[in-house]
């Protein structure tokens, strides 16, 4: 499953929510780990955490570019 970007341009979903969402998918993971380590969705929690992981990366990116872009301008 390819992930899909959940961010545009304009910063609609911002780094908060989507590291909020990264903290929560921890939370359920690290729950499932200790309870059923065998489980078929640990792999997709595990999946989904990476995902959100990237977009984060990606926005932080994005941004610091933006930034450097600007100075570079003046």
Same mark, same amino acid.
């Given at each position: 499953?390819?992930? /899909? ?9 911002? %780094?908060?929510? *989507?590291? +909020?969402?990264?903290?929560? @998918?921890?939370?359920?993971?690290? /729950? ?9 969705? %640990?792999?997709? *929690?595990? +999946?989904?955490?990476?995902? @959100? ?18 100075? *570079?301008?003046?």
């Amino acid at each position: 499953m390819r992930a /899909q970007r959940v961010w545009n341009v304009n910063g609609a979903v911002s %780094i908060g929510q *989507l590291q +909020s969402k990264l903290d929560d @998918l921890n939370k359920r993971l690290s /729950q499932l780990e200790s309870q059923h380590p065998e489980s078929w969705k %640990i792999d997709e *929690l595990k +999946s989904s955490a990476l995902s @959100l992981s990237r977009e984060i990366d990606d926005i932080r990116c994005a941004e610091a570019t933006a930034a450097l872009r600007e100075l *570079l301008r003046k």
